[in-house]
């Protein structure tokens, strides 16, 4: 089956601990996404990348690490940095460099802070 | 990206079509108006988009007014399943700045569909 998986479901950390959150599609997309929701609100985009070896901030990477050198995978860290990392994590992709087509989600990852 | 505005909530019956809008006033002439849909705590879910013309796609219909200032999403025959969050985002879709790559979500609009 094609498509992205965000692994774990849930996840919990402790204060000041550093959290990675995996997201990998076989999907053959370039451009992949990390959002973040919190609870009643939209996504907000945290970074993106849009070929292997290269990503950019979005509005809210304060906080956030993302690394991209594989194709598939796009994995985020959310560091001590981050004040307030409590929300629902997704990761996306997309066919197209530019970001320009449509964009798949994943199941999302809720990382909650002890 | 333009913004959207959408009602915050609406209610259908099952078995009925249910109609979703969207204001998008400030719409530029080379965005796209795009429909995504989230189940409680699951990831959105791609749904339709459009420039100018009606679309209808196995899922639903999309509906742009002349002027593009306002759209409505359509699912002819609701069911229980597709009770979620509704977002409809305008986005610039041929760009190579990088700036396409955001999809601004807001609140959507809530939909509730019952027995």
């Known amino acids: 089956d094609g498509g992205i998986t965000q692994s774990p479901k849930y996840l919990f950390r402790k204060e000041g601990q550093n959290v990675t959150l995996s997201c990998e599609q076989n999907?053959?997309?370039?451009?992949m996404y990390w959002y973040r929701q919190d609870p009643g609100q939209g996504l907000r985009l945290i970074y993106y990348?849009?070929?292997?070896?290269?990503?950019q901030k979005g509005d809210i990477a304060e906080g956030y690490s993302v690394s991209r050198e594989k194709k598939e995978s796009f994995p985020l860290t959310v560091t001590s940095a981050q004040k307030n990392p409590t929300a629902f994590y997704l990761c996306?992709?997309?066919?197209?460099?530019?970001?320009?087509?449509?964009?798949?989600f994943g199941p999302g990852t809720r990382l909650l802070v002890l | 990206d333009a913004k959207t505005t959408q009602p915050p909530s609406m209610d259908c019956a099952e078995g009925r079509a249910a109609n979703l809008p969207c204001n998008h006033s400030?719409?530029?002439?080379?965005?796209?108006v795009y429909w995504y849909r989230q189940i409680h705590s699951q990831g959105p879910q791609y749904i339709i988009h459009?420039?100018?013309n009606n679309e209808t796609n196995e899922m639903a219909s999309l509906i742009i007014t002349e002027d593009r200032k306002s759209s409505t999403l359509i699912l002819p025959h609701a069911t229980l399943r597709d009770t979620a969050v509704y977002y409809c985002?305008?986005?610039?879709?041929?760009?190579?700045?990088?700036?396409?790559?955001?999809?601004?979500f807001g609140t959507g609009t809530r939909l509730q569909v019952t027995l």
């Open positions: 996306a992709s997309s066919i197209d460099p530019t970001g320009g087509e449509t964009q798949y």
């Open positions: 999907l053959n997309h370039d451009a």
């Open positions: 990348s849009q070929i292997v070896n290269d990503f």
């Open positions: 400030t719409i530029s002439g080379n965005e796209y």
């Open positions: 459009g420039l100018k």
């Open positions: 985002i305008v986005r610039v879709v041929e760009d190579n700045t990088g700036t396409a790559s955001k999809l601004t």
